[in-house]
């Protein structure tokens, strides 16, 4: 078995090939800047935009993991464009974001997922709840206002979020890639407790020292934050779209999707502010 991972060097999917790679798998790990190989990891030059890099990305691989284009008007047809032109891949993990499956059909990674669905092949959705390492490591969700002034930057005011930590997710990919009874199945992965922005701000708080707080920015306040970070529009778009769904209660709901997958309990914000953020 061979395993290919796309987003490989982002913050879910190189937790993905180091998790499958700690369970001896191969893995080919799939990006735009691939590194240098590593034991059982072969990075591969993989882009959504040129397709001449596909079938050579993708090499023997049998099963793959996928996170697909966001705000990308044609990220549906991309997807069952691609899955259509892997005649050796049986098995497609595509990951989603929770609450995605409630969307209307229409709705961009709805449309995703229903590609990935329709495409004849095995397939198996996992959807995420929003990362707490978004809080380190996204620069222009989080962690930039963080860590320049202290500035919990979301528009969602007390609503609740159940935070996914990246690890979980990616200890779930490796029992749904690599055990057999995940077909047609969708999990929404959450960590165990729903917070609201206010609450971890005042954990991130009080475990570094500093004088973090949240700042409850409104949709225009947003929108300028994000468009600073010089990315599309449809990304801004797409950023304020995800805070208007937290705002709906979207993101609140806690599943045992993850513990039922992996039999252990899903990782804690005190646990992830305590390894990241101790001043
Ligand atoms: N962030 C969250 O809180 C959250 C929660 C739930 C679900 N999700 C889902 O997770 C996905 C994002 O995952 P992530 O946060 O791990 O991503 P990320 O950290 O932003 O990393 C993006 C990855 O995609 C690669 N990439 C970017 N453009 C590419 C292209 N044109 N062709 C091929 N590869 C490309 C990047 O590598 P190169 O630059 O080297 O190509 C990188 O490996 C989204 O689809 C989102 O819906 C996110």
Redesign the pocket.
Known sequence: MTLWV????????RRVVAALAAAGVPVRA????PGAPAGAVTPVR????DETTWAPALGDADAVFL????SDADAAAIMARFVGSAPAVRHVVF????GVDAAPDHAP?RAVELAVQNSGKRWTILR????LQ?FD??EW?FAKALREDNDLYAGSGDSRVSF?D?RDLADAAVTVLTEDGHDGRGYTLTGPEAVTFGEVAEVLAKVSGRPIRHLDATPEQHRAHFARSGRPDAWVDHMLDLFELVRAGVSAPVTDDFERLTGKPPRTLAAYAEEMWRG
Do not use: C, I, Q
């Open positions: 796309e987003g490989a060097t982002g913050k879910a999917g799939a990006s735009r800047h993989f882009d959504w935009y996170k697909g284009l966001d990951m989603s974001a929770a990674r995420p709840n929003w990362f978004n490591e996204d969700v996914t990246t």
